[in-house]
């Protein structure tokens, strides 16, 4: 038995935090797309516990990453469903293309995998509401990458709408280099107030008529607010190049410090790509998904 499974990356249309929460997590408002860049994942049986191999040498091979997490989640979940032996041992090996750290929730993608494979070779005995709970244990974006597609989430991020599909369009990608801490940005958005934040209702009704260009003009997301000086900047300059080539619209995903922009023209996508890659090493083209 060999699995194979796309894991596709996460952007924020929007990104809204409305505040704290008793649990410490923050709730937030965010307009969810998966877009064709993607990780692949296989599954196979493995001689010792849930083992993680990749192309990238620094990512955790045992428990601590969430590929393996969710194939152990996977199967405690299993017990409780059915009569069933403890999980088998099983090596998990990914190919990433999808940036670490990013903002475009890899690793998340990466475990929606894992439990969407697992679960179809098994003829799927769980729910894809159930293979979002057990996610959202793994991680706030686990959930939204079991399903996919485009979506509202709220709540810590794990409370899913389904929305209408973002029209088709080309899709830029492009990640500074630079490192950015999650945490610390949220506590930066705790200690400030916000003057600008996502036209969110304005994007669910652009997507409700199927109107790309409406979507991207309001596209934003309130860390970008918060960004250190010196990265605010790039991610500033990142975005002039983006529109200077012809985008619809360009934004930073999750907490960054991946920037896209949306294209209604393939040609221009490119082109924008193209000047982006002579600076940047990671710039990727895709579609939604
Ligand atoms: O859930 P996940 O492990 O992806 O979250 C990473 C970190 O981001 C958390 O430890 C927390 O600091 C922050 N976070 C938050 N509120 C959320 C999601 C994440 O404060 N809704």
């Not at 509202?152 to 080309?170: K, W």
Request: charged share 20%; glycine share 8%; net charge negative.
């Amino acid at each position: 038995m060999e699995l194979h499974e796309r894991a596709y990356a996460k952007l924020n249309l929007t990104l809204d935090v409305l505040g704290t929460r008793a649990d410490g997590y923050h709730e937030m408002c965010m307009v969810m797309q998966s877009v064709s860049l993607c990780d692949e994942v296989s599954i196979r049986p493995g001689r010792g516990g849930m083992r993680v191999e990749s192309n990238l040498r620094f990512l955790p091979t045992d428990g601590r990453n969430l590929a393996a997490m969710a194939a152990e989640a996977f199967y405690r979940a299993l017990d409780g469903a059915a009569a069933q032996t403890a999980a088998p041992a099983l090596d998990i090996s990914i190919q990433k293309r999808i940036p670490v750290c990013a903002g475009l929730a890899g690793g998340s993608s990466d475990a929606a995998a894992v439990l969407r494979a697992l679960n179809r070779t098994l003829e799927k005995p769980l729910s894809t509401e159930r293979l979002a709970q057990i996610g959202r244990e793994i991680g706030s974006d686990v959930p939204f990458c079991v399903g996919g597609g485009t979506a509202l989430a709220t709540g810590r991020g794990e409370e899913l709408e389904a929305l209408p599909a973002l029209p088709d369009c080309a899709v830029v990608l492009c990640k500074p280099s630079f490192p950015i801490s999650t945490p610390a940005l949220f506590s930066m958005l705790d200690r400030v107030k916000l003057h600008c934040r996502p036209d969110t209702q304005g994007v669910l009704a652009a997507l409700r008529a199927g109107d790309l260009a409406g979507v991207a003009r309001r596209m934003y997301n309130v860390f970008e607010d918060v960004l250190p000086r010196r990265e605010g900047a790039e991610v500033a300059a990142i975005k002039r190049t983006l529109i200077a080539r012809g985008c619809l619209g360009a934004s930073m995903s999750g907490s960054g410090p991946t920037v896209f922009a949306l294209f209604d023209d393939e040609a221009l996508a490119q082109q924008a790509a193209a000047e982006l890659s002579r600076e940047y090493q990671d710039v990727f083209l895709a579609r939604p998904v």
